[in-house]
């Protein structure tokens, strides 16, 4: 019996291991400078990339070539500028196949089987397929970028560029937005702000937002929206919508600015599917499940979502972004305006948590993971208990009022507050006691900005208060900054938005060992929550300047290579 080999630039390497019965299957990031990881057999390499086991065929249904004289598609020049149709068709699967692995499972919006079927009738936009690559080329080790795309050692910019001219181009042709122009638009909208979190990656969100109205996806199950699809063809803009609403959310979160949803006005039902089954090309009919938009009261709507949650939590992480997504709207509120009824509802939001704990099972917040429990599962629910972390711990922070010069916390007792947001941010550092190394590679890179949050908080804890010779306290402070760090750093293997949060973490902890009066807390917290500004010539950067202005003042006071120095640890 002929030996089962994937059709790709790594097949010589697959048959030649496969007669010694030891080869090896990249599986690290493109940052990642790891050892490889030994397979044995074919199953372990399906476990390894589970999306390969439908591209897989028999030697003789591939054309013929040797292992000692192998006939592969031609490296493409430096010189010459390639797209997903200049690309061979092993290279295509290959992307295909990683994009399904590492994309799929955090912003699922494609049925396998439909997509694969679309995409031998060449039915796929190029546009598409282009931003779809420039997500999963970033999963390509380092030792076949090379093989596979030649002296380009960086082509997703190359795919994103020309993925953002080509919609583009068809936006200015004023023909009819279809699905494949949203997904296509949120795509570009994900590479961008992994790739540099900045103003422009914050614009093509909005676009991703406006296209996605336009086409009336909020409201897919308002009577006389159907366009006659199918159920499942709803099922698939259902998962489209909410990976918009998701992408609307984390980054305004982030950025500290105005959503580009109006929730209320939101009548598509959550998703009734797993994204296991969904991405399988299975679909279960519509609960007609609405998302609970009241985030101060929403743990009332909990044991209802969870009685009709598909069963891989998926509809209860989104309860959990739309409650980080009240607790900015709330702070932000409150910095324009803080009124009596925003006060309010800040004093409910902070009580919000307490109820979810008593809604939810008593398991759930327990980050350990149970016996039954898949690696999808786990990985989705500790994401989860992330985002209800960080809500709590950004409610707690203080927050000064627009046009007022000192630092205020509008209610309650400040040393408090901040007590309780630090107790959060240890909490969110607790649940990577549980995370597995995998988990990086598939998990939401959005968890890199509330990791950076939570360093940047308990760093400022650090500064601004003493223990009275409590080293308990301070070894605690210390693992958990050490969990944050670590886990920092190996987003950092796979997201280019890790590494520039954890560059400009370095730079702050060359301050760490100022001493922060309290009475500037408030002005330091408004900086580190916005992880993305898109103000900012260099997002994620934390304005060392408001932590210790006496000493730079007297710094830059001094002689000129006094000055120099400053400007160069600045810098």
Known sequence: MQPLAYHNPLAVDFLQGYEQQN??????????????????????????????????????????????????????????????????????????????????????MFRKPMFHQRFHENQIPESLLNAMFAMSSRFVPTSDIFRVFGKFSTPWENFAKLAHQQSHDRLEENSAICL???KTACLLAIHEYTNYPG?????????????????????????GNSCGLSDADREEWRFVWWAIWKLDSTI?????????????????????????????????????????????????????????????GFNIHLLAVSLLRGVSQCQQRLYANSTPEEIARMMALRNTFSCMRLALPAWYFNAAKHPSEQFHSHRHRLETIIMFHTAHLIINEPVRTLGTEQAHIITGDSLSCWQSSITYAEDLAGV??????????????????????????????????????????????????????????????WWQIARILQDSLKVFQMWSWVHLDVSKITEVVAQIRRAINPDSVEPGLVDVSLICPSILDDTLDGNEEDRVWTTDILE
């Open 23 to 108: 080869f090896t299957y990249p599986i690290l990031g493109p940052n990642s400078n790891g050892p490889m990881q030994a397979v044995t057999n074919m199953e372990s390499l399906l476990q390894l990339s589970p999306s390969l086991e439908g591209n897989l065929v028999r030697t003789e249904d591939i054309p013929p070539f040797s292992v000692e004289q192998p006939v592969m598609s031609p490296v493409i020049s430096a010189s010459t500028l390639f797209s997903a149709s200049t690309l061979g068709e092993d290279s295509k699967q290959l992307l295909i196949c990683l994009y399904f692995d590492h994309i799929q499972p955090i912003f699922p």
């Open 180 to 182: 494949d122009d949203i």
């Open 199 to 223: 103003r422009k990656a914050w614009m093509y969100v909005g676009n991703a937002v406006r296209l996605s109205l336009a086409s009336r996806l909020h409201q897919i199950d308002i009577r």
């Open 252 to 312: 305004n979160v982030t950025a500290v600015m105005p959503f580009g949803i109006d929730c209320h006005t939101i009548g598509s039902a959550l998703v009734s599917t797993t994204v296991a089954d969904f991405t399988n090309g299975i679909t279960k009919q519509s609960t007609g499940t609405l998302l609970d938009t009241d985030s101060a009261k929403s743990w009332r709507a909990v044991r209802e979502m969870q009685s009709r949650d598909p069963g891989d």
């Open 432 to 493: 990577f006691h549980h995370w597995e190394s995998e988990y990086f590679a598939v998990a939401d890179p959005v968890i890199s900005c509330a990791i950076w949050h939570a360093h940047c908080g308990l760093t400022i804890h650090k500064m601004s208060f003493t223990d009275d010779g409590n080293s308990e306290v301070a070894t605690r402070i210390d693992n958990a900054l050490d969990l944050l760090s670590i886990s920092l750093e190996n987003f950092a293997r």
